[in-house]
C-alpha cells in the first residue's frame, strides 16, 4: 500500500505503508543511532513525535520486549528507508512490523531518509502528516499541520502509580542473572509493574534509597542505580513534593521526558521544593530543564536538536570528552545564567550549546545527555558513580569546579 509523508512546507515523499493503517499528524524527527531502534521506538522522551532514522536499514535484529525502555512505543510514527521484515535474532520476540501494528503505531518506508533530515536541518524541525490517502488536498492539511503541538505529554507518559525498583540478590555465581526475565505486557499496561530483575554488579550504593521522578523515565536510569546497589522508589510525574521528602531518600532523580518544558508549570513549582531541601539531586535531560527553569533560568526550542548516540560531550572541570547518547529538542540558555545559582559543567563539543550545570553550595548536578544510555554508547555511566558519592558524603560537594573526572569505562 502507499503512503505518504507530507511536510507542513509542501514536500511529499512517497513510499509503502507500515505498521497500523491509520493517518496520524505529529512533530517529525531525526535520529542518528545506527542501532537501538527498540530502544528509541519505548523511549517516553518521543511521545508527540514521529521518528525518522537516518541509517537506511532497521529491523534486522528485530524485536527483544525484554530491551523496552518502558511499557509500549511512544512516537507517533516511524519512518525508516528500508525496514527488515524477517529478523535473525535468537531473542527476537516478533518483527518489527508485528511490534507497530500490535501498538498502533502507523509509518512509512522506501524513503529518502537522508534527503529529509537533510530539510529537517537546513529549515529546522516541522510537523508532518503520513497518510495513505492518495487524494489528499494539501490546502486542506497544511493549517492543520501549522496547528499541531506536543501539548503536556508528561502527564501522558508518566507511571499511574508509585512502584520500587530494588537489586536482585538472585545470581549465579558467575554474575549472570538465575533466570531469564521475560516481558509482561499485561503487568507494563496496568502502569504499576514488576520490573525485569537487576544484575547487581557494584554494590557502591547499596543502603541508599532513591526517589525516581518520572517525567518519562526511561527504564535503564532505575536499573541503573539499581544494580549499584540502590533501591529506588518511582513516583509520577505530578507527586507534591512534601510526599517525596516525606520518603527521607539519600538522593532524588529527575528523570527525562518528553514536550515543552515550559508546559510544565506546576511541577517546575515541586521542583522549587525540592531544590530547598539539602537532598542530593541528580537530573536527567528534561529533569536538567525543569530544574534549570525552577531555578529562573531560560530554555529555547533548538533548530533541531539532538538525538543519536553519537554526541560528543566536554566536562568542563576536567577537560575529558565523552561520546553520549541524546534525545532532546530544548535547551538551557547559559548567557544570562547566575553563577551563584549554577555553572555550566558540560558542552556539547559540536555546537557549543549546554550540556550540563553544576548548582553552587548545592549537592545537585543536571545532564542534558543520557549517562544511562539504551542506546548508545556507556562513556558517562560513571555520573551514577557521582551521583552516589555524593549522597554518601552530602557534606563534600565535589561535583563543583576542580571535582575529579570519571573513567568512561566505569
Known amino acids: 500500500m502507499k503512503a505518504f509523508l507530507i511536510l507542513e512546507d509542501g514536500t ?12 496520524v499528524i505529529s512533530e517529525i524527527v531525526f535520529n ?44 507517533d510514527g516511524f519512518i525508516v528507508r528500508e525496514l527488515s521484515r524477517i529478523p535473525s535474532n535468537f531473542r527476537c520476540d516478533c518483527s518489527i512490523q508485528e511490534f507497530l501494528e500490535e501498538n498502533d ?3 512509512i518506508a522506501g524513503i529518502d531518509t537522508r534527503a529529509l533530515t537533510k530539510i529537517l536541518r537546513e529549515k529546522g524541525t516541522m510537523n508532518g502528516m503520513i497518510t495513505t490517502n492518495e487524494n489528499y488536498d494539501f490546502a486542506q492539511i497544511q493549517p492543520r499541520l501549522k496547528a499541531y503541538t506536543t501539548g503536556k505529554v508528561v502527564e501522558k507518559v508518566t507511571c499511574k ?18 533466570g531469564s526475565a521475560r516481558f509482561d505486557k499485561a503487568a507494563y499496561e496496568s502502569g504499576v509493574r514488576e520490573v525485569r530483575p537487576t544484575l547487581v554488579k557494584e554494590l557502591n550504593g547499596a543502603g541508599l534509597r532513591v526517589a525516581l521522578m518520572d517525567f518519562g523515565a526511561k527504564d535503564n536510569i532505575a ?14 510525574a505530578l507527586t507534591p513534593a512534601e510526599e517525596v521528602i516525606a520518603m527521607h531518600p539519600d538522593g532524588i532523580m529527575l528523570s527525562n521526558g518528553p514536550g ?8 517546575i513549582e515541586e521542583i522549587k521544593k525540592l531544590y530547598a531541601t539539602d537532598i542530593p539531586i ?20 533548538m533548530k533541531y536538536g539532538h538525538r543519536g548516540g553519537n554526541h560528543p560531550v566536554k566536562d568542563l572541570m576536567t577537560g ?37 550545570l553544576a548548582y553552587t553550595g548545592k549537592n545537585i548536578f543536571t545532564v542534558q545527555y543520557h549517562p544511562e544510555a539504551c542506546p548508545g554508547p556507556q562513556d558517562s555511566r560513571y555520573l551514577f558513580d557521582r551521583f552516589i558519592q555524593m549522597m554518601r558524603n552530602p557534606g563534600e560537594i565535589e561535583h563543583q569546579p576542580g571535582m575529579k573526572g570519571g573513567n568512561c569505562n566505569a
Open 12 to 23: 511529499v515523499f512517497e513510499g509503502t505503508h507500515i505498521g497500523a493503517d491509520k493517518e
Open 260 to 267: 515543552d518544558p515550559k508546559e510544565c508549570t506546576s511541577i
Open 105 to 107: 503505531v502507523p509509518g
Open 223 to 236: 536499573h541503573s542505580l539499581a544494580e549499584r546497589g540502590c533501591e529506588v522508589t518511582v513516583f509520577p
Open 282 to 301: 541528580f537530573a536527567i535531560c528534561l529533569g536538567h530543564q525543569l530544574m534549570a527553569l525552577a531555578n529562573g533560568a531560560d530554555t529555547h526550542k
Open 32 to 75: 542518528t543511532s545506527m542501532a537501538g531502534y527498540l530502544e528509541v521506538l519505548t523511549d517516553p522522551s518521543y511521545a508527540g513525535q514521529a521518528v525518522c532514522m537516518t541509517y537506511p536499514l532497521i529491523g534486522n535484529y528485530g524485536i527483544c520486549k525484554d530491551d523496552m525502555e518502558s511499557r509500549k512505543p511512544w512516537p
Open 161 to 178: 502509580e508509585k512502584y520500587v525498583v530494588k537489586p536482585s540478590t538472585d545470581l549465579k555465581q558467575n554474575g549472570a542473572l538465575s
Open 320 to 356: 575529558r570528552v565523552y561520546i553520549s547518547s541524546q534525545n532532546h529538542g530544548y535547551v538551557v540558555d547559559t548567557d544570562n545564567l547566575d553563577p551563584k545559582i549554577a555553572v555550566p559543567a558540560f558542552v556539547n563539543v559540536n555546537d557549543g550549546t549546554n550540556e550540563g
